[in-house]
């Protein structure tokens, strides 16, 4: 209970967002155990290397490093990602986009299989959900830079939908060998002038995403 009080107020005085929440994925990472047994073993302590994990942890946070880059996933939907300075980390509110996508899906599914693309898929997060909830659709997951198709390719081998989702490089719908039923896209919006004035954590993310 005292470190995690502790790395709450170390990240509640540096202004960090959520510190409440950051606090507890950050123990919860380095003594590697779910929430649940968090709060179960509060009066545990943690050995030297747990220590000094999180202390580095907590160093990388406080200068507004995003902390889906420090532990190197972000869960969305309900799946756990890879992430990493390549991608733009997952938002939640972009779950809503895939709700609203699998509603159109399931509707066009009634009478026959559907093509999907997802343009820009980043970590793939729009996509391997898509195909989790959709088994008999084919997704195409396209994007720009194969540093960012290399992220989706891990995660889309991680959650067991390679055989339904097939990556392609190239701009916009370009690179697609056939007609889409259903386009999904979550592309740049923020324009760049407006950076600056974003949270600091917007800074460590890839401009073009």
Same mark, same amino acid.
């Not at 990602?81 to 159109?104: C, D, G, K, Q, Y």
């Given at each position: 209970?005292?470190?995690?009080?502790?790395?709450?107020?170390? =990240?509640?005085?540096?202004?960090?967002?959520?510190? +409440?929440? !950051?606090? @507890?994925? /950050? $123990?919860?990472?380095?003594?590697? #155990?779910?929430?649940?047994?968090?709060?179960?073993?509060?009066?545990?302590?943690?050995?030297?290397?747990?220590?000094?994990?999180?202390?580095?942890?907590?160093?990388?946070?406080?200068?507004?490093?995003?902390?889906?880059?420090?532990?190197?996933?972000?869960?969305?939907?309900?799946?756990?990602? =890879?992430?990493?300075?390549?991608?733009?980390?997952? +938002?939640? !509110?972009? @779950?809503? /986009? $895939?709700?609203?996508?699998?509603? #159109?899906?399931?509707?066009?599914?009634?009478?026959?299989?559907?093509?999907?693309?997802?343009?820009?898929?980043?970590?793939?997060?729009?996509?391997?959900?898509?195909?989790?909830?959709?088994?008999?659709?084919?997704?195409?997951?396209?994007?720009?830079?194969?540093?960012?198709?290399?992220?989706?390719?891990?995660?889309?081998?991680?959650?067991?939908?390679?055989?339904?989702?097939?990556?392609?490089?190239?701009?916009?719908?370009?690179?697609?060998?056939?007609?889409?039923?259903?386009?999904?896209?979550?592309?740049?919006?923020?324009?760049?002038?407006?950076?600056?004035?974003?949270?600091?954590?917007?800074?460590?993310?890839?401009?073009?995403?």
């Amino acid at each position: 209970r005292e470190i995690l009080l502790q790395t709450r107020e170390n =990240l509640e005085a540096a202004g960090i967002p959520d510190a +409440r929440l !950051e606090s @507890e994925v /950050m $123990v919860m990472n380095v003594m590697r #155990m779910p929430r649940q047994d968090l709060f179960a073993h509060q009066e545990d302590g943690v050995n030297f290397q747990q220590e000094q994990g999180l202390s580095q942890i907590v160093e990388r946070r406080l200068k507004r490093e995003p902390l889906a880059y420090i532990l190197a996933y972000k869960e969305f939907y309900g799946v756990n990602l =890879l992430v990493n300075s390549n991608v733009l980390i997952p +938002r939640p !509110e972009t @779950e809503t /986009m $895939v709700e609203h996508a699998l509603f #159109m899906a399931l509707m066009g599914m009634e009478t026959r299989e559907l093509v999907i693309a997802d343009v820009g898929t980043g970590t793939g997060a729009i996509a391997i959900n898509l195909a989790i909830h959709l088994p008999a659709a084919r997704i195409y997951a396209l994007d720009t830079e194969d540093a960012v198709l290399d992220v989706a390719a891990h995660n889309i081998r991680s959650h067991n939908v390679a055989d339904r989702i097939k990556l392609a490089k190239g701009d916009l719908l370009e690179p697609l060998p056939e007609p889409v039923d259903l386009i999904v896209a979550n592309l740049p919006y923020v324009p760049t002038s407006r950076i600056p004035t974003l949270q600091p954590e917007i800074q460590w993310e890839p401009s073009a995403a």
